[in-house]
């Protein structure tokens, strides 16, 4: 688990609280009734005592801007009679959160395989292996780039120095975007 935070205005600050999921399925199932602030402290309490104890005496916010997971991973993608396309099939970009991409490029994939199992009226999950083939294939560069972006941005000087000489930014963006 993280809390990360930002401060927004003097006196005024952003945290998040980052936890996999399934500690936040334990959590939620013992606080199910709960708000997402007093969720979060139940995890602080347990995971982090320190912060539990300054997020505690902490004047929130009589409203919580967001609460969601924002990537998650799925066992199969492909079952007897269903194919995971997208956000469903659990994956959204590490570097943004969003999944329009992905989704967008499971799809054309998903077409031509649900396309060859409607012809052949055979919607077993093994008519379906070529999906999941030919997603991991297309995905795998950029899957491959993202996470060496997320492993260079947590070190902050070899961020700062690829920021700084414009060659090295120049290929991490053309590497990126390119995908």
């Not at 309490?45 to 919580?64: I, K, M, Q």
């Not at 469903?88 to 499971?106: K, N, V, W």
């Not at 993202?146 to 991490?172: F, K, M, T």
Request: proline share 6%; glycine share 6%.
């Amino acid at each position: 688990s993280a809390v990360k935070g930002a401060m927004m205005a003097p006196g005024l600050y952003r945290f998040s609280l980052e936890i996999d999921l399934a500690a936040r399925d334990t959590y939620a199932a013992r606080h199910d009734a709960h708000t997402p602030h007093t969720l979060t402290l139940a995890v602080l309490r347990d995971l982090a005592p320190r912060l539990y104890e300054r997020f505690r005496a902490a004047r929130p916010l009589p409203h919580s801007t967001a609460y969601a997971p924002l990537a998650y991973r799925v066992p199969q993608i492909t079952y007897d009679g269903l194919l995971l396309v997208g956000d469903a099939a659990g994956y959204l970009d590490p570097g943004t959160g969003q999944g329009i991409e992905f989704a967008l490029r499971s799809a054309r994939i998903a077409a031509g395989v649900i396309d060859d199992a409607l012809t052949a009226h055979d919607y077993r999950a093994a008519r379906f292996a070529p999906y999941v083939a030919a997603r991991q294939r297309e995905l795998a560069r950029a899957l491959t780039w993202l996470r060496l972006y997320l492993r260079l941005s947590r070190q902050r000087p070899a961020l700062d120095l690829c920021g700084r000489l414009v060659p090295a930014r120049a290929a991490l963006i053309r590497a990126l975007v390119r995908e």
